[in-house]
């Protein structure tokens, strides 16, 4: 063992052998963490202490089984085994097995999951008589489980008035209520959520003094892993277990606090030493991940933290690259610069694709990547997540799409009939299926008339089933004639869809929300494209529908023809946390999107958004790629977008600037006009603070170009266009003229962009200026 310690750098070796009391250790991005808390174990086995006496807690139980194999290693598996180590939920959830009567539960008590939660919460709802589209099960259960963490209980949560009132401006005032009731229903059946374990826990010892002593004594020394994402139910059970033995050691990066959003709470690591008083801290600052520069530019980002314990991080390997930053002028030639650069680096350096990754701020971003990957015919997989058209959101949408372009497609039918909720349950649509098939019609017959073919319905829900017919037979008859933007738009509002994803409050809910909204920018693009090409017969559904189905087949031959780890990684920054990469691309670099606009109205949620670039950032060993757009399709219209605020932060002598906006080196200017605190609803339907319309932009975008000065603002006034020409294009970039062909109304240009590849656009429709 003092062999193998002697491995270990001089900060490293003294947190390891320190054992006189609490114990923070600070573990910078790439500095070993997992390592120092593996050696510390073995450590104290080397002292004496036997195994069971050991309390190791993880977040995860892939980390749990990594730090036990490790150990083993070191000091043979029988020992390691023997080891109390894994989850906070497994662990507690041990304790309350053996403990159950001392908080009112039998031992054979059941967990129930997300799905059973979700059951007794409507079963609630609905007797209550609520209304569940405001009332959405994931919304109450969100709040009740944040409360949990908070170690709140039923009768505190409805005798708060701050809580009363945040629920009854959220327009769900009985939370309190339908809380109580929900735990009663546990209790009657002898069940527990995930959040109970937690609560649970703490009951059990702050109520019973004897029986936390018991486990204070038993787990003589305890460790935690990732520490700066411990909630408030975990610090207060932590703090019961080891307040007279104080032998506690944490290990945590607070710049990589980023888990706010789950109830994680950066206090926790912040106040260390406050909770313990005389606790010694430890920093590991040597980076044995990225390069030097990598390094220096993460580090130039989260020193504008405020909250934060400072440190040097620093690396010992070579300089490397530079970070490079591309400025785009839009989404989609965001999404091709990417791409054209990963199979650079794939082609001429050799960098295997598994070894890189795209990182977003949220899961929405994908589709361009996705659609240009695809395009390219680069492989790729969505870590941790599923690709933008497998999500239940956006496949619902494609089957009231689907049913459009063709009422007989039955299971489009079968899907939507009755999503959102119009009391057609699955009894009535067993018969319309049955009558249809006595009959030898397709379903959708029967839908339009019930009696007719004796699908024996009643007349009030025959009403509803004719509802939803004339409904869908009024986008049926503008299939053809109305674009499926415009369409889309109806589609969704008339439906339904848009109030019943709009009621879920929770971060899924708004998740959801987020990947409508992309949808419909794709939507709106599609159409817009169709149309510059030339196309102007071919912006319906039923054409859209036909893109998509390219979209989703390739989906299937990217997953079964190549491996994960030949694959390009694509995943949200708080998916790439504990991840590593050779060359990594963050992209969508843009106010309103990073930060987020749901995380810009405090210093304290800013900086979590500046802690999350960090993390991004330091994913990298050897090269850092970020990128933003000037334009992008959202809520509705092409947006103008401001460069995050972030980026000026970034030290400009680890930067090289890439890309056709002008004024980067000077910030001032940039961002002078930039909102401090930009703030939107999930549906605006008008622009958000912080972004303006090309329409009303075009002087500011303008002057903040650095390609030659355009001769006009665009082709209306009849602007010769010819071969050889330059031109920009709002969409496409920077591009040369390699045929002209045409005339009048029918003129059309093919032209070779730098990024976006070869199009032929029809001029009458085409968003291009010709540059001098």
Known sequence: MDTLLKSLNPNQLAAVEYTDGPELIIAGAGSGKTRVLTYKIAYLLQKGLAPWSILALTFTNKAAREMKSRIADLVGEERARCLNMGTFHSVFLRILRAEAEAVGLERNFSIYDDSDSRAVVNSIIKELKLDDKQYKASSVLGRIGAAKNSLVTPDVYMSDPHLAERDKVSGMPKVGQIYALYAARCKAANAVDFDDMLLFTYKLFADNPQIAQKYAERFSYVLVDEYQDTNYAQQSILTLL??????????????????????????????????????????????????????????????????????????????????????????????????????????????????????????????????????????????????FYQHKEIKDVIAYFRLVANPNDEEALKRVINYPKRGIGDTTVSKLIAASRDCNVCLWNVVGNPSMYNAGVSAATEKKVVGFYCMMDEFIRDNNTTDAYVLGKAILEKSGLKQELAADKSMEGVERQDNIEEFMSGLHDFVDTKREEGYEDEVYIANFLQEVALLTDSDEENSDDVSSNERVSLMTIHASKGLEFNSVFVVGLEENIFPSPRSSSSLRELEEERRL????????????????????????????????????????????????????????????????????????????????????????????????????????????????????????????VIAVEGVGENEKATIEFQNAGTKTLLMKFARLTILK
Do not use: W
């Open 242 to 387: 080891t307040k007279e033995r104080r032998n506690i050691c944490v290990v945590g990066d607070d710049a990589q606090s980023i888990y706010a959003f789950r109830g994680a709470n950066i206090d926790n690591i912040l106040k260390f030493q406050n909770i313990y008083e005389g606790a010694r801290l430890f920093k590991l600052e040597q980076n044995y991940r990225s390069t030097q520069t990598i390094v220096k530019a993460a580090n130039s980002v989260i020193i504008n933290n405020q909250r934060q314990i400072r440190k040097d991080v620093y690396s010992e390997n070579g300089d490397g690259e530079k970070v490079r930053l591309n400025i785009t002028y839009s989404d989609k030639e965001e999404a091709s610069v990417v791409c054209n650069e990963i199979r650079r680096l794939h082609n001429r350096y050799g960098v295997a694709y598994g070894d890189i990754a795209v990182l977003y701020r949220t899961n929405a971003q994908s589709r361009l990547f996705e659609e240009e990957f695809r395009r390219q015919d680069t492989p790729y997989h969505i870590y941790g997540g599923m690709s």
């Open 613 to 736: 670039l960090y993390v991004a950032i330091t994913r990298a060993e050897q090269r850092c790629f970020l990128s933003c757009a000037k334009s992008r399709y959202q809520y509705g219209s092409m947006m103008f977008n401001e460069p995050s605020r972030f980026l000026k932060e970034i030290d400009k002598q680890y930067l090289i600037v890439e890309g056709n906006v002008g004024g980067f080196q000077s910030p001032a200017q940039q961002y002078s006009q930039r909102p401090e605190s930009p703030l939107r609803s999930s549906h605006q339907s008008s622009a958000p603070s912080g972004f303006r319309r090309i329409s009303t932009a075009t002087s500011q975008y303008r002057q903040m170009s650095t390609t030659p000065q355009r001769t006009q603002s665009d082709l209306s006034a009849k602007q010769t266009i010819h071969v050889g020409a330059r031109v920009e294009h709002q969409r496409f970039g920077i591009g040369s």
